[in-house]
C-alpha cells in the first residue's frame, strides 16, 4: 500500500530530542483532538473516578506486590513482584485500554482498532469493547497469530475481528501499520488504541498517564511493605508501557536505580533481536522519534524475540530519553536466559510468567553478577503479564517442555 503523506510537527510531546507528531495529514484533526482530551477530559475528576472505578470492580487493582524468597536466593537479593499478571485479562495492558475506551466514548466514537503482538493488547481491547458496547477490530501478525493461539480464541469470543497481517515479518510492526492505515481511513467514528508509549503525540504520555497506575501503586506498597523504597526497580522492554508504568512511580526518587530489559533474542552479535537502547540508533518510525534498528541507509529492520509482545524494531521516546540521560539502564537478555527465568521462578514459586515479563525476572538473576547490585539489594520486579499464552512455545523450547 502506498503510504501516507506525512506532516511534521516534531516540537509536539517531546521529550528531549525524541518524540514529535509524525503523521499522514488525515490523522492530524484526531491526533490534536486525543491529545486535547488527554489534557482536559483525562485529568477531569469525573473522568478519573470512573478510570479508579472500573480498574478497581472490573480490572481487579490493586494488583499486590508479592514477596519471592524461593526466587530471591537464586538471585541474592531481596525480590518482590508487581502483580500485573493478575489484573483482569492476565496483563497490564487492561489499565491503559480502560481509559482509552472510557475517552473514546467520550469522543463519541463506536469502534476500536488495536494492533497486538503477544495478543494481551488485543484481548484487553476486546473484552473493553464488549464491555462498553464498542465494535473491535484487532490487527495481529500472522506469525504472531500461530504462536499466540489461545489468545486469538479469547479475542474472537468477546466479538472481536482479529485481521491476520502477512506483512513483512508479520509481527507486531506490521500490525501497527496496518491499524494505523485502518485509523486513518475510518477516523470519523474509530479509536485507536495505540497499546504501548510508542507512536506520535500525543499517545507515549497517554499510555505513561493510563499506566501509571503500576508506579503509584508499588512504590506506596513499598512503603508500608519494606518499610521505604526499593534499590532498583525492573521491567521488560519492547515497545515500553509496563516499564514506563512502573518506572513513572519512582523517576523523582534517585536512589532507586531502573533498570530496562529488551530482548536480545539471539544475541547481539547475530543481529537477531529486538534491543533497541542497546543496539539501536535514533529515527523515526510509526510516527516519532526514537531509538530503533535501521541499516545504514535508514531502512527499519526487522527485529527478533522469543516473546511476540517484545518482537518490535523501536521503543517508546520517553525511554529514549531516559536512556540518553542516564536515569535509567537498558540492558538486553536473550531468549535462552528468558526461558531459564521462567523455569526459575516456576519451579521456585508456583508463579508461571510471561515470556516478555521473564526478560525482567533474568535481568534480576544476573544483576548482582554483573555488579549492577550488590547482594541483598531489595528489588522490584515487574510481572507484568501471566504465561499461560506461551505454553505452547515453553513446550516447543524448554529442555522436557512443560512435563
Known amino acids: 500500500m502506498t503510504a501516507l503523506p506525512e506532516r511534521v510537527v516534531p516540537q509536539v510531546g517531546a521529550f528531549g530530542e525524541y518524540g514529535g507528531r509524525y503523521a499522514p495529514e488525515l490523522l492530524m484533526h484526531a491526533l490534536q483532538e486525543l491529545a486535547e482530551a488527554h489534557e482536559s477530559i483525562v485529568p477531569s475528576p469525573g473522568f478519573q473516578r470512573a478510570f479508579r472505578r472500573e480498574l478497581r470492580t472490573w480490572g481487579g487493582r490493586p494488583t499486590p506486590l508479592t514477596e519471592v524468597p524461593n526466587f530471591a536466593r537464586q538471585a541474592r537479593l531481596q525480590v518482590w513482584l508487581k502483580r500485573e499478571d493478575l489484573l483482569h485479562g492476565g496483563a497490564h495492558k487492561t ?15 463506536r469502534r476500536l482498532v488495536a494492533e497486538t503482538g503477544a495478543g494481551q493488547h488485543g484481548v484487553a481491547t476486546a473484552m473493553a469493547g464488549a464491555r462498553h458496547g464498542l465494535a473491535v477490530t484487532v490487527y495481529m501478525g500472522a506469525r504472531d497469530i500461530e504462536r499466540q493461539a489461545p489468545n486469538v480464541a479469547r479475542m474472537k469470543l468477546c466479538g ?81 508501557s509496563n516499564a ?3 518506572f513513572s512511580g519512582f523517576l523523582g526518587d534517585l536512589s532507586v536505580k531502573l533498570f530496562g530489559a529488551e530482548p536480545g533474542g539471539a544475541g547481539l552479535a547475530t543481529g ?83 515470556i516478555e515479563s521473564a526478560h525482567a525476572l533474568a ?38 517442555g512443560v512435563s
Not at 95 to 109: S, T
Not at 342 to 347: C, D, F, K, S
Open 244 to 246: 514506563i508504568g512502573l
Open 95 to 109: 489499565n491503559n485500554v480502560i481509559g482509552q475506551a472510557l475517552l473514546a466514548k467520550q469522543l463519541g466514537k
Open 160 to 240: 472481536a475481528e482479529v485481521v491476520p497481517v502477512k506483512a513483512g515479518a508479520a509481527t507486531l510492526k506490521e500490525a501497527i501499520d496496518e491499524a494505523l492505515r485502518d485509523w486513518a481511513a475510518t477516523v470519523d467514528d474509530t479509536h485507536y488504541v495505540l497499546g504501548t508509549v510508542c507512536g506520535p503525540d500525543p499517545f507515549p504520555a497517554l499510555v505513561r498517564d493510563l499506566q501509571a497506575v503500576i508506579g503509584r501503586e508499588a512504590r506506596a506498597q513499598c512503603q508500608r511493605q519494606l518499610g521505604g523504597l526499593p534499590d532498583a526497580a525492573i521491567a521488560c522492554v519492547g515497545g515500553g
Open 272 to 354: 537477531r533481536h529486538g534491543a533497541t537502547l542497546c543496539a539501536g540508533t535514533p529515527g523515526l518510525l510509526h510516527g516519532a522519534r526514537s531509538y530503533m534498528l535501521q541499516d545504514k541507509d535508514g531502512q527499519v529492520l526487522d527485529s527478533h524475540s522469543i516473546a511476540a509482545g517484545l518482537d518490535y524494531p523501536a521503543v517508546g521516546p520517553q525511554h529514549a530519553f531516559l536512556k540518553d540521560s542516564g536515569r535509567a539502564q537498558y540492558h538486553a537478555v536473550d531468549d535462552d536466559a528468558a526461558l531459564a527465568a521462567v523455569h526459575a521462578l516456576t519451579r521456585s514459586e508456583g508463579i508461571l510468567p510471561a
Open 363 to 400: 535481568h534480576c538473576l544476573a544483576a548482582v553478577e554483573a555488579g549492577l547490585l550488590h547482594e541483598g539489594d531489595r528489588v522490584v520486579v515487574n510481572l507484568s503479564g501471566r504465561g499461560d499464552k506461551d505454553l505452547a512455545t515453553l513446550q516447543a523450547h524448554m529442555p522436557g
